[in-house]
């Protein structure tokens, strides 16, 4: 059973640019949240899909933001990337039962 | 606002010797507590988490947490450290299992032989 699938697992883009990353849920998971994961710090909450609606958001600016698919699959987009938000992005999915999240391996996104 | 403590940056232990990794948690009601593990590279796993009931809760892998109402904290301890469990350790809180979750900034655990 494959468990939550990102791509790429890395990536360079430069100041400025915009990027997609992308998120495969674990099967039966209807529930995608991203996280960052900058340096030396803890993950950070971005936001929540379910049923095709972002449900949470945390403290993050408008450059970020997503979509959730019919088939549960999610992408995360950001845009006028700047330096700081060079990090490793995890998502995780869930179907809101007692198992909680199951993470993904994340994306390692270096802009430049 | 809710937060994480994890006072701990870097622990360094034998391997065979105890282990006990602390957090503290700031949070307005009662929160879902979660331990995870990390490897280099790799997403999060999850070891561990307690809502209610039984205050000593077992985890995968031989950890256990033990949650101190009174103390705000949900430490984290192994009997018998293999040379595998070196990995960073992350405490994280939430207001559901699987809703938004809030992270300490990470233990990160040496094993020595």
């Known amino acids: 059973d494959a468990g939550v699938t990102q791509s790429p697992t890395h990536l360079i883009k430069t100041r400025g640019q915009q990027v997609t990353l992308r998120c495969s849920p674990k099967s039966g998971h209807d529930t995608v949240s991203w996280y960052q994961q900058a340096l030396g710090q803890g993950p950070q909450f971005i936001f929540q899909y379910y049923e095709e609606e972002e449900r949470q958001r945390g403290n993050f600016p408008d450059r970020f933001s997503g979509h959730q698919f019919p088939n549960y699959s999610s992408e995360l987009n950001v845009n006028a990337l700047l330096l700081g938000d060079s990090a490793l992005y995890l998502c995780?999915?869930?179907?809101?039962?007692?198992?909680?999240?199951?993470f993904g391996s994340g994306t390692r996104l270096t802009v430049v | 606002a809710q937060s994480v403590t994890q006072p701990d940056i870097h622990i360094t232990v034998s391997e065979g010797a105890s282990l006990e990794l602390r957090c503290n948690y700031s949070y307005g009601a009662t929160p879902y507590l979660f331990w995870y593990v990390q490897s280099p590279g790799q997403g999060l796993q999850l070891l561990l988490k307690y809502f209610s009931g039984d205050t000593l809760v077992q985890g995968i892998k031989g950890f256990e947490a033990e949650f101190k109402r009174s103390q705000s904290s949900f430490n984290l301890r192994k009997p018998s450290v293999h040379w595998s469990d070196a990995a960073e350790y992350f405490c994280a809180v939430g207001y559901t299992n699987a809703g938004k979750s809030t992270f300490g900034d990470g233990t990160t655990l040496t094993v020595k032989p």
């Open positions: 995780a999915s869930s179907n809101g039962g007692a198992d909680g999240y199951t």
